[in-house]
């Protein structure tokens, strides 16, 4: 069975300070990878996924993650964040069918 | 291009009242996933369509869960009658391919059952 575990449910950061939301998976198969975003109401939307190929991965608004397989992590980084930045990220992992495996979420909130 | 619209954004109902939470996918999107948020918890999935067809409901917390789409088009996620563990954001998402593609997801639905 699959599982992510997103072990801060808080992440208080001031602005324009570098930021690191972890995530953590368990899967015995090869896996995709997911980071969604959802800003105050909001959609789910997609930051980021890995398929395949290079393990650093950049998506939108600045964000990046890497996948770690030895030691079954795929962090999302930002080296600077904006007030906007504030929102909850998700990190998700699928084996490759549409049953995507989400963690408990990790609220970023960016001080002034 | 209009997104993954889905309504009520909330609903407020009483334990036993039923509730019928809509989702309109992407045009052309041939997949559609019901996930639902407990307060707090993982997003969890409930089911898949594959146009008009059930693909997999083993997410469904029980029978008092019911999902449509009839014509392959928008569905329809009815809770009767509701209990207060039913309590949270059910989302929708579509998506072109079934695996490995981006799944498309809505605003969700917020249900408090009171």
């Known amino acids: 069975a699959q599982s992510v575990t997103q072990l801060d449910s808080q992440v208080p950061v001031f602005e324009e300070a570098p930021v690191e939301l972890r995530c953590n998976y368990s899967s015995s198969v090869s896996v995709y990878l997911f980071w969604y975003v959802q800003y105050p109401n909001q959609g789910l939307q997609l930051l980021l996924k890995y398929l395949s190929g290079s393990t650093l991965v950049k998506g939108i608004n600045g964000f990046e993650a890497e996948f770690n397989k030895s030691q079954t992590s795929f962090h999302l980084r930002k080296p600077s964040v904006h007030i906007s930045d504030t929102a909850e990220y998700f990190c998700?992992?699928?084996?490759?069918?549409?049953?995507?495996?989400f963690g408990t979420g990790t609220r970023l909130k960016v001080l002034a | 291009e209009a997104g993954v619209t889905q309504f009520p954004s909330h609903s407020v109902i009483e334990k036993g009242q039923t509730v019928t939470l809509r989702c309109d996918p992407i045009?052309?999107?041939?997949?559609l996933y019901w996930y639902r948020r407990v307060m707090g918890k993982e997003i969890k999935f409930l089911l898949h369509f594959v146009k008009e067809s059930k693909q997999d409901e083993s997410g469904m917390p029980n029978n008092r869960f019911l999902a449509e789409r009839t014509g392959g088009t928008y569905s329809t996620l009815k809770v009767q009658p509701a209990e207060l563990e039913d309590s949270g954001v059910y989302f929708c998402a579509s998506s072109q391919l079934a695996n490995t593609g981006e799944l498309f997801f809505g605003e969700g639905s917020r249900l408090t059952v009171l």
């Open positions: 998700a992992v699928s084996s490759g069918t549409y049953k995507y495996i």
């Open positions: 045009s052309g999107h041939d997949n």
